[in-house]
């Protein structure tokens, strides 16, 4: 008989894991605005050009003005118009010039095959000169494969060539139609980004449980933060930096970005202290996720009014909340009195020796912890308060408003002559750029010459075998193909699962539908949904794209039902012989690139706990102290999310061991609690008397210094970090340390005296 105690024990446990998967999935295939208006875009695109070739009886001619317009919307980089249109508008050139060349040679197989390796090396070696580039060299390689394999004479290339030329116009008109009317559109979107991304972490952080500290769903959140920093500051710093008569609203983004900056340090530091006062049970979990709630309806509300939707700021609303924030303030502060009594109580009673020593100094130690979190809640959430007040006076003054109203009139302009001697010492930069990466060392030579190898492969035993649309195979190696192995295995699996059932969910719809108005409508659907899901579930990308392409293919060929089939066979073709190159050719381990990974990130997060001490111990030049803090802040920041990608892509390897596994997740675990606790420290600075001395805390960075120096050697050189490795032991004496000067700031901290050992044994509890 089954216990029915047993199940009860497992209930809690059982109901954790089932919301988190309903959580996981919400978040797969939730959409949001950036999705929905590139999905609208893409099915505009892309079916406009079959119908138009339904209706006039040309379909050969109209596929290959989808496939331009196609090539050119996935040379989109976004952000700036300039850039997209630059981008865009180059792999119109390119294309263009592809068609011509794949038409005339493709019925000759040993020609195509060489100019298939000349392509897929050149278009691919094209990322060393950045992300336009290799979305410029991408598409080119895209539509070289699919043009060889329908070779025609001189007459039809032209006519072809043509057609492209047609579908690239169409791309390109429908993705840019609104930069005369809103220019600075990509710019606000970006910094409208930053913000949702902020308040989503914010969002997520307030509902993780004790034990899971920053769990794997607020990570990937982190990671997204992180992207969307990364897209503001390149859209709003990078457009200013470039032009001396950029428009005011360009200053106004920029200083709604840097707010964003603070904001986003204020978070991660209100969270570490949430999690400690959680681990001492100081504050009902209810009450804590209320004011996090308001915080990050605040900073949505921010957003929408930058992004210029109708449910932008509302002033009552945005009074509401920052009232709650400062209401909970002021409870907190409100508390402080007594706990310093009680405090103060207790250290009398210490000096009567009325409780036993042991006893004593635990409910010391406690109350004192429990008196300066509370304070630093308080003074996180005034922080909170003031930098949100800010940034909506940004959007609420008058000059802010006399800004918002100009940008849709206005639109920045930049003036420069051309020179001779630049444009020579630019092509002269990116000829020793190339020739510099000539050597097997050089991760992107490797990567080309791997794909290129594959692809010549792929495409001469097609020719020679005269296989149906085996061009297909080479198609989905360069769909598949990466850098490393580890991500090559990952796309190959969600490439053949979702051809699989894209092509039986095609071979269904063109069953069932025979009428072309009908047809069309489930294009649409498919479109959208495809292009929707293109950014964030690669497996329901390629699901949709192939139930397009066959209804699409089966309108050009119809009742050819072996169209399905021989997609499901190109692509375990492809995909075996993508997974075959990525292991023999030139592997590229991440366990190999992983240590110096983390040998930077450790490098970054001891320069980060260095220059917040530092402006601890300053007594004059702040500014500079602060400045240099914010700078060693992002370089952190930046380093840790890189290690937790990379991380990531180790799991997908097949080679990596559990050894491997344990010492890199130590690393990467507690490297990102390192630079989160110096990023809740460094939100005290601005707020330490100005009468207290830290010079003590010199030897405390040292300390730090020579610790950490230790570990980025053995993270550098492969030593091992297991459970019981001395290196394990000195994060967490790190680790430690910075909680515990956290937990015990400003709390007289001249006049701790303890040792590193003794501040570790204190905060061990919250390393664990």
């Given amino acids: 008989m089954i216990n029915p105690m047993l199940f009860s024990f497992l209930q809690p446990n059982i109901d954790r894991a089932r919301n988190a998967t309903h959580a996981h999935i919400r978040t797969m295939i939730t959409l949001d605005t950036a999705a929905w208006q590139n999905g609208v875009r893409m099915a505009i695109i892309s079916v406009a050009p079959i119908l138009i070739g339904v209706l006039t009886a040309h379909l050969a001619l109209s596929v290959m003005a989808f496939l331009g317009a196609l090539g050119v919307a996935f040379a989109d980089v976004g952000g700036e118009y300039q850039n997209r249109a630059l981008s865009m508008f180059s792999a119109t050139v390119f294309m263009t010039v592809t068609v011509l060349v794949a038409t005339i040679t493709g019925a000759n197989p040993w020609l195509v095959t060489l100019l298939m390796f000349a392509w897929a090396f050149f278009g691919s070696m094209a990322g060393l000169y950045g992300h336009l580039a290799g979305k410029v060299g991408f598409s080119t390689i895209f539509v070289f494969i699919l043009v060889m394999g329908q070779p025609a004479s001189i007459g039809v290339a032209w006519m072809r060539m043509l057609a492209v030329i047609i579908g690239a116009a169409w791309s390109l008109a429908i993705s840019l139609w609104l930069w005369p009317f809103r220019p600075f559109l990509p710019a606000r979107q970006a910094v409208s980004g930053y913000y949702q991304a902020v308040s989503a972490l914010l969002r997520k952080a307030c509902h993780i449980e004790l034990e ?156 004192s912890l429990r008196l300066v979190n509370t304070r630093n809640l308080a003074n996180l959430l005034k922080r909170m308060s003031e930098l949100t007040r800010e940034a909506r006076d940004l959007l609420t003054q008058s000059d802010g408003q006399e800004i918002l109203q100009e940008m849709l009139q206005a639109e920045a302009t930049s003036k420069g002559k051309f020179s001779w001697k630049a444009l020579y010492a630019v092509v002269r930069e990116r000829v020793s750029l190339f020739k510099d990466n000539l050597t ?133 073709a492809g995909g075996s012989m993508g997974i075959l190159a990525g292991y023999l050719f030139w592997p590229l381990w991440e366990r190999e690139r992983l240590p110096q990974q983390m040998g930077r990130t450790i490098l970054a997060n001891r320069a ?154 204190r905060a061990y509890s919250m390393c664990e």
Avoid at 249 to 273: G, T
Avoid at 323 to 331: D, F, H
Avoid at 629 to 634: D, I
Avoid at 713 to 722: K, L, S, V
């Fill in 212 to 367: 899971q500290h920053w769990n794997e769903e607020v990570k990937q959140e982190r990671a997204r933060l992180q992207r969307a920093h990364d897209k503001a500051h390149q859209i709003v710093a990078g457009q200013r930096s470039q032009r001396s008569d950029a428009h005011p609203f360009h200053s106004l983004l920029l200083m709604l970005v840097l707010q964003a900056d603070s904001l986003m340090e204020a978070v991660i530091a209100l969270v570490e202290e949430l999690a400690v006062a959680r681990t001492q049970n100081y504050h009902q979990d209810e009450q804590s996720a209320f004011v996090m709630e308001e915080c990050a309806a605040l900073l949505e509300q921010l957003a929408y009014a930058i992004a210029g939707k109708k449910q932008g700021l509302r002033l009552e609303t945005l009074e509401h909340s920052l009232y709650a924030i400062e209401t909970q303030e002021y409870v907190l502060r409100a508390s402080l009195p007594q706990l310093k009594k009680e405090y103060y109580t207790l250290a009398n009673t210490r000096m009567l020796k009325i409780q036993p020593e042991h006893q004593h100094s635990l409910i010391h130690d406690w109350l």
């Fill in 440 to 572: 097997l060392r050089s991760f992107t030579l490797r990567h080309a010459l791997r794909l290129a190898t594959i692809s010549a492969v792929a495409v001469a035993i097609a020719k020679l075998l005269h296989i149906p649309d085996g061009s297909w195979i080479a198609l989905n190696i360069l769909f598949i193909l990466r850098p490393d192995y580890g991500a090559t295995r990952e796309q190959t699996v969600q490439r053949i699962l979702g051809t699989i059932i894209g092509a039986i969910l095609g071979m269904l719809l063109i069953t069932v539908l025979h009428i072309n108005f009908l047809i069309f409508p489930v294009m649409i659907v498919m479109s959208f949904f495809c292009f929707a899901y293109q950014e964030k579930n690669n497996t329901l990308f390629i699901l949709f794209f192939t139930t397009f392409i066959i209804i699409m293919l089966d309108l050009i060929m119809p009742g050819n039902g072996l169209v399905p089939f021989i997609r499901i066979a190109t692509t375990l």
């Fill in 608 to 761: 980060y706990i260095a220059s917040v001490l530092a402006a601890f111990i300053a007594d004059s030049d702040k500014k500079a102290a602060l400045e240099a803090v914010r700078r060693a802040s992002k370089d952190a920041h930046v380093q840790n999310v890189n290690a937790a990608a990379a991380f990531q892509r180790l799991l997908n390897e097949q080679r990596a061991s559990e050894n491997e596994i344990e010492r890199f997740h130590i690393l990467v675990t507690y490297n990102q609690r390192i630079c989160d606790n110096a990023t809740a420290l460094a939100a005290h600075i601005s707020t330490r008397p100005e009468h207290d001395k830290f010079h003590q805390l010199e030897r405390f960075s040292q300390q730090m210094k020579w610790m950490l120096l230790d570990v980025e050697e053995a993270a550098r050189t492969g030593q091992r970090i297991g459970v019981n490795s001395p290196f394990k032991g000195m994060l967490r004496d790190v680790l430690a340390s910075l909680q515990y000067l956290l937990a015990t700031y400003p709390a007289n901290i001249a006049e701790q005296q303890e040792g590193k050992g003794e501040m570790a044994r």
